[in-house]
Nanobody, 115 residues
Framework: QVQLVESGGGLVQAGGSLRLSCAAS????????MGWYRQAPGKQRELVAQ???????NYADSVKGRFTISRDHAESAVYLQMNSLKPEDTAVYYC?????????WGQGTQVTVSS
């Protein structure tokens, strides 16, 4: 069973930065996509950023230019560097990975941005 373990969330002031990490229990080569979603209270879970096997990336319009997704094959990890954080970025952030026929989620990490 694939496990995804997030870390790096916390409380930060507006304008600050955080780096989220997602460690996978197997080689990330096995996933055709990995990414980050977030869910704020009372809202639906939404895509933040994703990276495909070929290295191409996609971002939500709300985070373009502020967030950067990256990966490290040797560490079997995906990262989300979040800069210029805003209070509206407050949410639980979930790591996501998919193979053909299977989807995996981490347990989530809370990010709180104070104004």
């Amino acid at each position: 069973q694939v496990q995804l373990v997030e870390s790096g969330g916390g409380l930060v002031q507006a304008g600050g930065s955080l780096r989220l990490s997602c460690a996978a229990s197997e080689s990330i080569f096995s996933f055709y996509v990995m990414g980050w979603y977030r869910q704020a209270p009372g809202k639906q879970r939404e895509l933040v950023a994703q990276i495909l096997r070929d290295g191409s990336t996609n971002y939500a319009d709300s985070v373009k230019g502020r967030f950067t997704i990256s990966r490290d094959h040797a560490e079997s990890a995906v990262y989300l560097q979040m800069n210029s954080l805003k209070p509206e970025d407050t949410a639980v952030y979930y790591c996501h990975a998919a193979k053909y026929g299977s989807v995996y989620w981490g347990q989530g990490t809370q990010v709180t941005v104070s104004s």
